[in-house]
């Protein structure tokens, strides 16, 4: 069980001049340190994350090690997952603190909502999106995915909490009954708009980011609650088992 102050990481595949950082601040609570950190990645388009297994790996395990008074980090960005998918098994190696990632956090949050069958919301082309459903098919969750906010992934940061809406309630609309919203890729950002989100659709929504902070803390046995943070930090449910 955590005690005290529960420190965590982030590594994020790209700088972290990006807005949605700021924004997500607001939902770490105080009994939590984060600290972010750039792995420098991506160099344009995200297919330029392919083939760096090693590279991306090799720097991880540097950032942890730089960093003892971790106690978990997160890897960011599910393109570094389903582009390299043994790099996190490699940073696992060789660290002694848990690790997750992006689509591995939301897919244990997805769970322990009870949702088995969720709308998927990214700014990625249709072959990432296929890719991000078969991960989560892995983890016995089925998703379908909503609409493509943008033609190039960088220009779904432009959108606004209304365009987010909007593409939000078009995307219920064609998935059928679903029991959460999962939003992977945090420029294409619901956290302004969670509450009124999940007050609106009548189910969970899960981010990215906050599904990492939340799996980074419960796998070292923390737990808190955020005011207006959604149902899954506001709740915090255990881990499923």
């Known amino acids: 069980m955590a005690t005290g102050k529960v420190n965590v990481g982030f590594l994020s595949p790209i700088s972290l001049d990006a807005p949605h950082f700021d924004r997500f601040e607001r939902f770490v609570p105080d009994g939590v340190s984060l600290g972010l950190r750039a792995l420098d990645l991506v160099e344009g388009a995200l297919t330029s994350l392919q083939g760096k297994e090693d590279v991306a790996a090799e720097r991880a395990i540097q950032v942890i090690r730089d960093n003892p008074d971790w106690q978990s980090a997160a890897i960011l960005g599910a393109p570094v997952q389903v582009y390299n998918p043994g790099m996190a098994q490699k940073v696992r190696a060789q660290v002694s603190i848990p690790i997750t990632t992006a689509l591995e956090a939301s897919a244990a949050a997805l769970k322990a909502l009870g949702a088995s069958r969720i709308l998927l919301m990214t700014p990625f082309d249709e072959t990432l999106n296929a890719q991000c459903r078969d991960f989560l098919a892995g983890y016995g969750i089925q998703a379908a995915s909503g609409p493509q906010p943008a033609a190039?992934?960088?220009?779904?940061?432009?959108?606004?909490?209304?365009?987010?809406?909007?593409?939000?309630?078009?995307?219920?609309?064609?998935?059928?009954?679903?029991?959460?919203?999962?939003?992977?890729?945090?420029?294409?950002?619901?956290?302004?708009?969670?509450?009124?989100?999940?007050?609106?659709?009548?189910?969970?929504?899960?981010?990215?980011?906050?599904?990492?902070?939340w799996h980074l803390v419960a796998l070292v046995g923390g737990r808190f609650s955020v005011p207006n943070g959604g149902k899954l930090l506001e709740e915090w449910p255990s881990l499923a088992t």
């Open 152 to 213: 190039y992934y960088r220009d779904a940061e432009k959108l606004g909490s209304d365009d987010i809406y909007r593409l939000t309630a078009e995307g219920m609309a064609s998935a059928g009954d679903v029991q959460a919203v999962y939003f992977q890729g945090a420029i294409f950002d619901p956290l302004p708009i969670i509450g009124k989100l999940e007050a609106d659709m009548k189910v969970p929504i899960v981010a990215s980011n906050p599904a990492m902070l």
